[in-house]
């Protein structure tokens, strides 16, 4: 799979050890839309997906989130590598910890008919909904929130894939 970027703080010099949390996120267009999850609470968009559980793969992992999240159900045969995000930094919580994340995208279709979302706690506490968005608007909200407990660089990570699908011509 193709690197779309790197995000790398530098910041990590005095770490000791690293905490690697990989991910896997749909990418899903309609009408010149894309699926996101809206965070009501925050204000903010991100890729239908999540984290990588065990030796789950990250296709798996993508139709697994997506569903949770978004109650979209991902259409298996329309599945196609978009390309991944490589994101390093000292992280938020243990300043002796580097965080390492890869952020896996996928181009692929779903059903029409959504199901019920299956959300976490936190998710369920930032009211996430899912919205197909004007890609634009996506961008400009993610460069302007203000006031969340999630580290900056995931709102820009999602804002630059949106700007690269948008360059490449897929929105």
């Known amino acids: ?31 010149k839309k894309i699926a996101m999850i809206h965070s009501l609470k925050y204000d903010y968009y991100k890729f239908p ?4 559980e ?7 992992a993508m139709i697994r989130e997506t569903r949770e999240e978004a109650g979209l159900v991902v259409r298996p045969d329309t599945v196609k590598e978009y390309g991944y995000v490589h994101r390093i930094q000292k992280s938020d919580k243990d300043a002796t910890e580097c965080f390492v994340q890869d952020n896996y995208y996928y181009l692929c279709d ?11 706690n936190y998710e369920a506490m930032e009211s996430f909904t899912l919205e197909f968005v004007e890609p634009h608007i996506a961008i400009q909200k993610n460069r302007n929130v203000r006031n969340s407990l999630h580290n900056s660089m ?14 490449e011509g897929l929105l």
């Open 1 to 31: 799979m193709r690197l779309l970027f790197e995000m790398d703080k530098r910041d990590y010099d005095n770490c000791t050890h690293r905490f690697v949390r990989n991910s896997a996120r749909s990418i899903i267009i309609r009408e």
């Open 49 to 52: 997906g999540g984290g990588m």
């Open 54 to 60: 065990g030796e789950e793969s990250p296709v798996r």
């Open 110 to 120: 779903a059903e029409n008919e959504t199901v019920a979302q299956c959300l976490d």
């Open 154 to 167: 995931m709102f820009e990570r999602e804002a630059r894939v949106i700007e690269l699908l948008i360059e």
